[in-house]
């Protein structure tokens, strides 16, 4: 890895603050970051801490905002009330004790013969010692000031003060000028063993003496159809811009640099994906045949007829099935649009080909539920349902292995290293984003190239359909069943409880039934949080002469199946839940969902819970009981919740307010991060970057483009083990 051969001589630097004394050996990108002149052990030790291993890291640690300290503003310019930068000298300093006991305020008076700045910093003594009579000083923070003096602030300007508290400051040295002054400065990070300024010299430094380790990998064609600039001029520019002078501009991350770095991102989790995809098209997968009997006798034993879209989407799936490619198809639409149903139909299709099914779920919950729905459908017809769970016993093992099972229903632990399948044809993903490519990869190899359906809870935004399963072929169920009513959604407050309790009264009179869902089973310690066990107590008190029933994850599966099929019977009024009922739980006759503790809820879970009801053509009324205080991302959630029931805007809406980082779960889902790129801001860069990737595996052949399989490698970290091929 190190390459410290001192064969070549590094260029003479061309920045006036770096200055290489004697010959140094030319250092790589992936040299140790501890060589870096600057550097060393101990702070390479620190730097670690940032992710940061190898020159190439370090040159990758990019700014996460820029200041605009080209004309510093006079202090006779400060606006009152905005932020602020401007520079000074050191007049005065001193610790002053307020009456408040212990309280200790470090003020420092600084001027710049326009007008006098007063700092503030509150119990931090130790700062005294940071400054001393006659230094310059930058300084940025918020302006405040006696408002009284606002008005005669020209009158009066020497002595006209403004004040900032806990600003944010650095010194000033001869020669320090055209790195933290007099440009847009970048402002990185500090970590610890850091000041701000200490790691902008570093990356001053740095960038300007190693630029030039990074290597163009980019196919000039791409470069140039984009109007791309060259990756290391991207490298300089994003932490000390040159060619663009508006500070907005860059902290929006719209900047030809920008534009640069974030295309790179893209293109690279493109092009990871498009070499994905077109490895599987290559390889033999299982060519079924038409289907047999089962699938017609299933749909002709259906209670209802399958919407146009199901069936579109069924066709879809079975063309893939007879294909010998296998088949990578994601199907997303939204809650309660009969996905189960065309899953169910397509492993049918592979049992009548005499081979196995599976499908993975995300939780055990979830995965027994499915089983519990799809046993009873399918045992009619003579077919073997087997759950599999971590806690299963050994005789559903066996029975996978010795192929009696025809359909098995489970969660992770199907792709466990011991578990053998006798012939796996289908497997099924149930995945609401957990799932990965790299967990695809692991059931796949459970049999010979099985096809693979992925479904997700709720429908997907297109950026995000791009992004995260950009090597998957996509269908849609863009309707619902007939006979669905919207439902009404509504946040309440504890103090409006009885308004609550009232509607729940008038439905319960018509005969409807109600869900009651509760954040936590039993009272915890931790949490003070309302919870299922005593809800279900209190509801005995609110609703006496109401048949009441209390369902969760504790209560063993059998029995939990029996509460359900009497819900379901109509034997109970109210049903008292976690979220235990968020999927495969169908009671037409249910037309109130009460959420408690809502604002503990995510958005999709909230929208999944809504899909419950509304299901009998009766009118439905969602109810979110939200207790204060919350943060604004969940009052943002409530209100999303309440405002629409469309699920790709909730979807839209979920994913800018969690951010795209946390939505993907990058990590789980195996594809890499996004550092600089942001798939809802950059999202016509996304479609390039694309567009440029998929075209590239079409046309070249990837050993043709060593740099390029190596920046790739890098990306993706030996995740694409088929890029050797
Ligand atoms: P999803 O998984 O897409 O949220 P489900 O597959 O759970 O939806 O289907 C919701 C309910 O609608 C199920 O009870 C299912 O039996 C029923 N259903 C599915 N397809 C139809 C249809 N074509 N007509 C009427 N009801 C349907
Ligand atoms: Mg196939």
Redesign the pocket.
């Known amino acids: 890895m190190l390459t410290l051969k001192p064969k070549k001589m590094s260029k003479p630097d061309d920045a006036g603050s770096v200055k290489t004394s004697r010959a140094r050996p030319a250092l790589s990108g992936d040299t140790p970051v501890q060589y870096v002149k600057g550097v060393g052990p101990r702070r390479a030790q620190l730097l670690e801490r940032l992710g940061i291993k190898t020159l190439e890291d370090i040159l990758h640690y990019f700014p996460w905002r820029y200041e605009d300290r080209k004309n510093l503003k006079k202090i006779s310019d400060l606006t009152y009330g905005s932020l602020e930068t401007t520079a000074g000298q050191v007049v005065s300093s001193k610790i002053i004790s307020t009456r408040r006991r212990g309280m200790k305020i470090f003020e420092l008076l600084v001027t710049d013969n326009t007008g006098f700045l007063r700092c503030k910093w509150f119990n931090q003594p130790y700062m005294e010692k940071y400054f001393s009579k006659g230094q310059q000083v930058i300084l940025s923070g918020t302006v405040k000031g006696m408002p009284s003096l606002r008005a005669g602030a020209k009158l009066v300007s020497l002595s006209s003060e403004f004040e900032m508290e806990n600003p944010d400051f650095e010194h000033l040295e001869n020669g320090d000028k055209f790195v933290h002054t007099s440009r847009i400065v970048p402002v990185y990070r500090a970590t610890e063993g850091f000041t701000p300024k200490q790691l902008r010299t570093l990356m001053f430094n740095t960038v300007k003496a190693h630029s030039s380790v990074i290597k163009e990998y980019m196919p000039a064609e791409v470069l140039e159809r984009n109007g791309l600039m060259s990756l290391s001029r991207a490298i300089e520019e994003i932490h000390f811009p040159e060619e663009v002078d508006d500070a907005g501009a860059l902290n929006r991350g719209k900047s030809p640099a920008h534009r640069r770095l974030v295309f790179d991102e893209f293109f690279l989790l493109e092009l990871g994906l498009a070499l994905m995809k077109k490895k599987e098209v290559l390889e033999k997968g299982i060519c079924f045949q038409d289907d047999g009997q089962m699938v017609k006798r299933f749909i002709k034993e259906l209670p ?4 146009n879209a ?1 069936k579109r989407v069924f066709d879809q799936i079975r063309d893939d099935m007879k294909r010998d490619a296998p088949m990578n198809r994601l199907v997303h ?1 939204d ?7 065309v899953a169910l139909l397509s492993m049918l299709v592979a049992v009548d080909n005499g081979y196995q099914s599976c499908m993975m779920a995300p939780t055990e919950l979830l995965a027994e539920q499915h089983y519990i729905n799809i046993h009873r459908m399918v045992e009619p017809i003579g077919l073997n349902v087997v759950l599999l769970t971590s806690g299963s016993k050994a005789k559903p093992i066996e029975e996978i292995s010795g192929g009696r099972a025809h359909i098995i229903i489970g969660t992770h632990s199907l792709i466990q290293e011991q578990l053998k399948f006798k012939k796996l044809g289908l497997a099924v993903i149930d995945e609401q984003h957990k799932f990965g490519v790299v967990q695809r990869a692991n059931l796949r190899k459970k049999g010979f190239n099985p096809d693979i359906l992925i ?1 997700t ?1 709720t429908p997907i935004p297109r950026t995000l359909a791009l992004t995260l399963y950009g090597d998957l072929d996509i269908s849609l ?1 863009d309707e619902l ?2 006979g669905r009513k919207p439902v009404t959604t509504k946040v309440f407050f504890p103090s409006q409880k009885d308004r609550v309790y009232e509607q729940m009264n008038k439905e319960l009179s018509k005969g409807r039934q109600i869900y009651i869902v509760y954040p936590l089973i039993e009272g915890s310690e931790k949490l003070d949080l309302k919870n299922a066990v005593e809800g279900a107590e209190a509801f005995k008190k609110i609703f006496p002469s109401k048949r009441i029933s209390l369902v969760h994850g504790k209560i063993r599966q059998e029995e939990r199946e029996v509460i359900m099929d009497s819900f379901k019977a109509g034997d109970v009024d109210l049903l008292v839940a976690t979220t235990v009922i968020e ?2 739980v ?1 009671v037409p006759n249910a037309s109130v969902m009460l959420i408690v503790h809502a604002e503990r809820f995510g958005l999709a879970q909230l929208h999944q819970l809504r ?1 419950r009801i509304g ?1 009998g053509g009766y009118e439905s009324y969602c109810m979110l009981m939200a207790y204060p205080p919350f943060s604004e991302e969940a009052r943002r959630r409530l209100k999303a919740t309440e405002s629409t029931s469309d699920g790709f805007k909730i979807a839209e809406e979920d994913l800018e307010i969690r951010g795209p980082g946390e939505f993907f779960g990058t990590r789980q889902s195996g594809i890499p991060d996004l550092k600089v790129a942001n798939i809802i801001r950059d999202v016509k860069v996304l479609e390039a970057a694309r567009k440029d990737a998929f075209a590239l595996v079409d046309a070249i052949a990837l050993k043709d483009h060593p740099l390029l399989g190596n920046a790739l490698q890098r990306k993706w970290q030996g995740r694409l083990e088929l890029i050797k091929s």
């Not at 209802?304 to 919407?307: A, P």
């Not at 809650?335 to 149903?341: A, H, Q, S, Y």
């Open positions: 209802f007829k399958l919407t199901q639409g809650v309660g649009c009969g996905k189960t149903i479904m809870a169920i069943p007939s999927v495969g169908d899909g299901r």
